[in-house]
């Protein structure tokens, strides 16, 4: 149930079993990134946040790592339960700029 | 409840209406964003404000849309002569800016122009 490198629109993985999805960001600029977790009918919610001086960032049950030689970001979720399924985006930001520039969304399914 | 609070959720609308939407952001926080979400995508920026002032606009704000966020505390955000186009979910989140700022979203209002 794992993916690493390739953005996939689509993750399905077995409840218990780790996650990864993955972000392409686009500005080399970008000097703060946020992924969030959007349930269905509800806005975005925040789930971790990673400053460019840092390559990784632990939370609770959430690992967020970052490569800026590739622009590549992603997020680890440790043993994924049924209330993680939901559509997880990737945001980025640049300290100058007010906006969020978003990436594709991966919709994650758990089985139970 | 303390978190960005948006009013109506849903709005259905003939083709050529105008509609207004309302935002009331979390109460000390000093920037407020506006962005539109389609069906499978992301959240795309339209504008943002510090306290009242309008500092950005996106090209995809045509002159049909206009936000106000008069007092510095909650916003509108009104779409002229609608298009079946401007069917989308309009989030608005908010933060308290200190440099490096988690935006906080509202719920969304659902507009659908048929």
């Known amino acids: 149930g794992e993916s690493v490198g390739l953005h996939l629109p689509t993750l399905s993985v077995q409840e218990g079993d780790n996650s990864i999805i993955n972000c392409a960001y686009s500005n080399s600029a970008s000097d703060y990134f946020i992924w969030y977790k959007q349930e269905s009918g509800k806005g975005p919610q925040f789930i971790i946040d990673i400053r460019s001086n840092m390559d990784k960032r632990q939370g609770q049950r959430v690992t967020v790592l970052l490569n800026k030689t590739v622009k590549h970001l992603s997020l680890q979720i440790a043993a994924t339960q049924p209330g993680d399924s939901a559509v997880y985006f990737c945001?980025?930001?640049?300290?100058?700029?007010?906006?969020?520039?978003f990436g594709d969304g991966t919709t994650l399914t758990v089985k139970p | 409840d303390t978190g960005v609070s948006q009013n109506p959720r849903h709005k259905i609308t003939k083709r050529g209406q105008n509609v207004t939407f309302r935002c009331d952001p979390i109460?000390?926080?000093?920037?407020l964003y506006w962005y539109r979400q389609t069906l499978g995508q992301g959240p795309e920026f339209l504008t943002y404000?510090?306290?009242?002032?309008?500092?950005?606009k996106s090209r995809l704000l045509s002159d049909r849309f206009s936000a106000e966020r008069p007092k510095g505390s909650f916003s509108t955000l009104e779409i002229q002569r609608t298009e079946q186009g401007d069917s989308a979910m309009y989030l608005c989140?908010?933060?308290?800016?200190?440099?490096?700022?988690?935006?906080?979203f509202g719920p969304g209002t659902r507009l659908t122009v048929l």
């Open positions: 109460s000390e926080h000093n920037r």
């Open positions: 404000f510090q306290n009242e002032a309008q500092l950005e």
């Open positions: 989140a908010s933060s308290l800016y200190v440099g490096f700022g988690e935006q906080f």
């Open positions: 945001a980025e930001n640049w300290s100058n700029a007010g906006k969020s520039t």
